[in-house]
C-alpha cells in the first residue's frame, strides 16, 4: 500500500500558507550549513566549515547552540559547537578533543553535558559543557565473542539517548547486539554502567526512540526490523527493557531486498517511521516506512514512501506535526515532504535541493544530517 499524493492545487495552497522555516544540514566535506524553506523553495542561507567529517547534529533550542559530532576516522577527531543565529548565521562557538569514529551525540543533566557513541573505536564518551579539553568520561566497550554477521567484529555503539525521565543514556550496540544502558550521576555528570539488553545475534541495533515513559523502539540495522520495547524504572535501580513485538519495515512482512539498511526512527503521535537505505523501493529512490500505534504502542505496518533520493540516513519531524525533512546521504540531497497531522501519512514532496558533493553508497561520505531550526 501506497499513499497517494495530494492534488497540485491542493500542494500549492498548503506550501504558499507556510512561512520561512530553517533547516541545519551536515555533510562530511566538513561543512554545516543553514537552508530556508519558503513555500516550496529551499535556498542556501549560511556556511561554516568545521574540517574533519560531520556526521551527526544535536540542536539545543533555548541557547542556539548545535553539537556536531566527528566520525573521522584517523589521527585525531573533535567535537565542536556551533552558534546559530536567528537569521540562520552560523559560528563555530566551541571545539573539543574526541575518540575516533563518532557518529551520535545528545545533550544530557540539564544541558550540562554531552555523550556520544564512537562507532569505528568501540567508545561511549562523555564533555562537560561548555566544550574544551578534552573528554569528561570514555567506556571502551568489549563482546564475548564475534557476531554472525561481518560487520560484527567488534562493538559499534550508533546512537547515545536520553530516557524520558532523564535518569538513563541507553547506546544502541551494532556490533554487540546489545542496548546498552547507564544510568547519569546527576551531581557529576559522569556515567554508570548499568546491565545491557541482549538480542538475538545478527540484530544489529542501530536507532532508538522512546514513545511516552514506558515504550522504546528500537531500529536495527542488519535485521531490516523495528523492536518495541515496554520500558521499566526500578525503584533505585536501573532502566529494564521487556521486547513484545517486532515488526520488518518492508510492506506485507517481507523480507528487505539484499543490501538494504534500516537508518533512523522516529515518532510523533501515533506513528512511528523507519528510514530504508538501499531498498532501491522508489529505483533509484529508497523509501521511508511508516507505522501507526495503538494505545498499547503496537506497530502497524501502513506504507512505504518515497525518500526522495538515495540512502537516507537522517530525517526529522517538525514540531507542528506537518513536515518531515529527510537526509539523503548518497544523492547529498534534502528533501521536504507533507505529513498529514490526521493520519501520520508522508507526502507529497515539498521541496528537494543538493547539498555539496554526492557521496558513494555504502561510504563516509555526502550529506549526514538534518535538523529543524525549531
Request: hydrophobic fraction near 35%; glycine fraction near 10%; aromatic fraction near 8%.
Amino acid at each position: 500500500m501506497l499513499f497517494h499524493a495530494l492534488g497540485l492545487g491542493l500542494l500549492s495552497a498548503l506550501v504558499q500558507t507556510g512561512s520561512a522555516a530553517n533547516i541545519f544540514v551536515s555533510h562530511y566535506t566538513g561543512v554545516v550549513y543553514t537552508l530556508t524553506l519558503t513555500g516550496s523553495t529551499l535556498t542556501q542561507n549560511s556556511t561554516v566549515t568545521l574540517g574533519g567529517q560531520p556526521s551527526w547534529m544535536t540542536f539545543n533550542s533555548t541557547d542556539r547552540t548545535l553539537y556536531v559530532a566527528d566520525e573521522t576516522g584517523s589521527g585525531s577527531a573533535s567535537v565542536w559547537s556551533v552558534a546559530a543565529a536567528t537569521n540562520g548565521g552560523l559560528k563555530q562557538s566551541g571545539k573539543a578533543s574526541a575518540p575516533l569514529g563518532a557518529v551520535a551525540n545528545v545533550q544530557y543533566g540539564g544541558g550540562n553535558y554531552l555523550a556520544s557513541a564512537h562507532y569505528q573505536t568501540s567508545i561511549i564518551s562523555t564533555h562537560k559543557l561548555p566544550l574544551s579539553g578534552s573528554a569528561l568520561q570514555t567506556f571502551s566497550l568489549t563482546m564475548s565473542a564475534r557476531g554472525p554477521n561481518s560487520r560484527q567484529d567488534a562493538p559499534h555503539p550508533h546512537e547515545t539517548i536520553v530516557d524520558p525521565t532523564e535518569q538513563f543514556i541507553l547506546a544502541p550496540d551494532l556490533g554487540a547486539d546489545l542496548i546498552r544502558i547507564y544510568r547519569i550521576d546527576a551531581s557529576t555528570g559522569k556515567l554508570i554502567a548499568c546491565t545491557p539488553y541482549t538480542d538475538t545475534p545478527g540484530t544489529g541495533p542501530r536507532h532508538a526512540t522512546f514513545w511516552g515513559k514506558n515504550v522504546l523502539y528500537v531500529g536495527n540495522e542488519l535485521a531490516n526490523s523495528v523492536h518495541a520495547f515496554t520500558v521499566s524504572y526500578p525503584d533505585g535501580g536501573c532502566l529494564t527493557l521487556t521486547k513484545f513485538q517486532t515488526i520488518t519495515t518492508m510492506p506485507g512482512g517481507k523480507a528487505a531486498p539484499s543490501g538494504t539498511k534500516v537508518g533512523e526512527v522516529r515518532v510523533k503521535d501515533n506513528s512511528l517511521y523507519a528510514s530504508n537505505r538501499r531498498d532501491l523501493s522508489f529505483s533509484p529512490n529508497d523509501s521511508m516506512a511508516a507505522f501507526s500505534l495503538d494505545t498499547s504502542g503496537t506497530m502497524t505496518f501502513q506504507a512505504i514512501t518515497t525518500s526522495g533520493g538515495t540512502y537516507p540516513r537522517t530525517f526529522q519531524i517538525n514540531k507542528a506535526g506537518d513536515m518531515v525533512v529527510i537526509g539523503d546521504q548518497t544523492t547529498a540531497n534534502v528533501v521536504v515532504v507533507k505529513r498529514d497531522v490526521a493520519t501520520g501519512a508522508l507526502g507529497p514532496q515539498i521541496a528537494s535541493m543538493r547539498i555539496g558533493v554526492a557521496g558513494h553508497a555504502e561510504n563516509d561520505d555526502g550529506l549526514s544530517a538534518v535538523l529543524w531550526d525549531e
